[in-house]
């Protein structure tokens, strides 16, 4: 019993210093003051700036562009890797292994160097960096978790369904589509989600890679802010109603597949 | 010809080729031009002299071990706090687990460049200087869940025979945890140092942010130099780093990071 | 009676996967409404074969017809053949009538056909009422019966089944059995059936292929398999026997564990070495008298439900396995006795291991991816191809991999009442054939050395 409270402490201790920065800016949010720390008075005037259009312009921008960026990556990396997956699964074993060692090359790399010699590539080919290029990159870093959430649905699923399908008169294209697609859903959605949060969260690779046209998305903007001297205020906010939807949702998430377990 | 790309793409194995291609071009050849411009110079030449000049340059030298050194400090920390709690979660029900789990995961949907913010704006607030503690406390706290999850993940599919069939031959509960759940465990432990370790010494932007700028890491020399049009030389040192990447990996059990990563944070 | 048309013809078939030869010319005629078992251990072929038929995978060489025209080309989803599946291969996301009906709704048939279709194999499968289930919610006996019914309301000209029942209990297993037996009766249609259980091959089948190492063994009525085995192998693998080494001393006239015995197999040279086979329900063990053609001392007696089954070595040192209603307690001096007619003489397939080998020079040869040393010196130019020859009993088997000169997995044991002849398979897939009395474990990894003294150059 003793031991159990310990434990139950211990993992409470950790997770307020996890959350307790997170808390400090939520806190903040409720505050005018231009200073991260400095309360000054009760106030929802932040929240109700962030939607006030032409007051951010720049931060709304921004915030567009990580979403739109992220949801191209995402959805590019999830149709790439998926195919990735099929293809790896059938590939014999020796191949199979070395392309699997391949994949885990960009997961391995440090941001900055993938960074660095994405760099490199664009500038060599000429290509003038900005949203292509962004996505590219993003393309490149998400696609092996896609794979690696796709590929133990592979192994999971009975290796004779397809066949099945093809048995019972169904052409390649139908099997895939009516048995295959439905079988591989679950890992290509974790696999696209997970593409999404890292394409979002990047900002090394996307510094890199995102040009001086002007083009900036939340990362290179808080970063230019910061270098600047301060948070722009309404970041806060904003932060706080990311991280709440996400917890929201995740928890929700959680709950409806212990439910459907039992 | 027609026929021929029909059964072209009837062949699954070959549906793996545009990511080969992808891979290729994104992964492969922009590697090996790191290569080329580290032993380049700028006019295309062979040469030596960017590495001689990292060897030679005291200032990118001693920012290179430092690097190293933090990112050990962080590493062991991280492993410190983090195994007792994978562990801790390991023996949970498997429903609290998830979502404690969960929750240990939560915090790196929020931006890490405004979740460092947060963490300079703790200090300030807790009135405690900024220097190398506040960058320690910072990685700690944006890596510790990269330790967490991978050991995790192995502890909970340990079979919990196995725990009994040591402890029906006569371990005692330190035995059990040293002679049985620890060398398990080992395959978690050792992608979660590279999760943590890797990403550690190449960060940048963290270290300047948390102390003011005082403090430079490995990752902000590279981004420094790459940045004021010095390829060769910010390649050269992308060379070294990946080395040292290659090494630790190597000491490391070669890519345990593979199963750790499989099915996704999520 | 005339004989029904053939609806499967299997000319010439092989497959490789990679350097691996998994079948090896097959040959191969399925008549109409026969129900054809292919049987063989793991490994033999048999699922490969299947899947062949089925078109999932296209042979290397060879050709089949089915009903008369060649599809060795046609892709699975043309063939008018169905298949059930060793683990079902339900589809997860549809439910049992959704299963069922996937084919139908494939063929565009009009929804009221094929509802009556669907209720009436679902019947047929006793699972009437199962219609909405979720196909996981469903046991491993219901699952199969789905899968069953999801081939057989196509209405296939060939129904294969690939060891359907491989992943249930016993139980379970023998009414399914008795079912599936039924089911063909009823259909009319040919069912083609793998299985590595011999008791259910004799028990469902009008004809058995038995396969090992890609080949067919034998083909025959389960009556003709089980008492004409053609070979050791088939003898081993169908029902438990006796087999040992003999010599032919002349027509009608076979010696085995040092006794002569009247048989009534004719036709091989004089002393030509052979395999004798003696099922254990054929030897007759008594009270010693004068009727005995030899005797032996009981080693073990275990009751089996009706029989009892008993080791007797005799006093030259040979093995014998016995069933009889009848025990002799361990240690008992008996007499047995065989008859001429259940003594089956077989040809050995072979007296002595041979290779293909390169000349090194005057003392190296090199086969089975390996130089050795040899005692003699040859005189054979280098670089030449020879045929070397080596005995069963002077190979040495390690059991440390790294102690040998090249590393085997032990593959199949045959017990020849006083020795082991074990087939060995190198990493390229070479059989060696071994006579050991050391005893080893089926999967065995080992290490070979071949010993100089024992290697046979055969010039060519």
Known sequence: MIKRILSRSYLGVLLIMLYAPILIIIIFSF???????????????????????????SLSNALWNTLIIGLISAFASMILGTMAAIGIYNLRPRARKTVQLLNTIPILNPDIITAISLFLLFISLGFSQGYTTVILAHITFCTPYVVLSVLPRLRRMNENLYEAALDLGATPFYALRKIMLPELKPGMISGFILAFTLSID???????????????????YIYADARKGGLTPELRPLSAIIFITVLVLLLFINQRSVKKKR | MQRNLKSFIGLRRN??????????LFVLIPLGLIVYYAFTSHDGAFTLTNFRKFWMHPEAMNTFIFSIGIALITTVLCLILGYPAAYILSRMESQNAQILVLLFILPMWVNFLIRTLATVALFDFLSLPLGKGSLIFGMVYNFLPFMIYPIYNILQKTDSNLIEAAQDLGANPRQVFLKTILPLSAPGISSGIMMVFMPVISTFAIAELLTINNIKLFGTTLQENIYNGMWNYGAALSLVMLLLIGLTSLLNNEGTANDSAEGGLI | MQKPEPIITIEHVSHSFGDKIVLDDINLVVRKGEFVTILGPSGCGKTTLLRLIAGFQKASEGKFTLGGTDVTETPPHHRPVNTVFQKYALFPHLNVYQNIAFGLNLKKLPSADIKRKVMHVLKMVTMTDYEERDVGSLSGGQQQRVAIARAIVNEPQVLLLDEPLAALDLKMRKDMQMEIRAMHKKLGITFVYVTHDQEEALTLSDTIVVMSEGKIQQIGTPTEIYNEPANAFVADFIGESNIMNGVMIKDSLVEFADHQFECVDKGFGQNEPVDVVLRPEDIYIFELSEAAQFTGTVTSCIFKG??????????????FLIQDYHNFEVGRTVSLLVKPNDIHVMKKERLINTFEGVVIDKTQVRFLGHTFKLDEKISVANGSKVKVAVDFNKIILQDNEEDGMIRGDVRFILYKGDHYHLTVVTKDQEHIFVDTNDVWDD????????????????NQ
Do not use: C
């Open chain 3, 443 to 458: 999967g065995d990894r080992i290490g070979i050395t071949i010993p100089p003294e024992s290697i046979q150059i055969i």
């Open chain 1, 202 to 220: 990047d900002f090394v690779v996307t510094l890199f890679t995102i040009g001086n046209q002007g083009l900036e998305t939340l990362s290179t």
């Open chain 3, 306 to 319: 009706v029989h009892y089954e008993m080791m007797v070595i005799t006093p030259e040192g040979y093995e």
């Open chain 2, 15 to 24: 549906w793996s080729i545009p990511y080969l291609l992808f891979l290729a």
């Open chain 1, 31 to 57: 505050t005018e003051s231009k200073v991260l720390g400095n309360w000054t008075g009760f106030s929802f005037k932040l929240y109700t700036s962030i939607f006030k259009s032409g007051v951010h312009h």
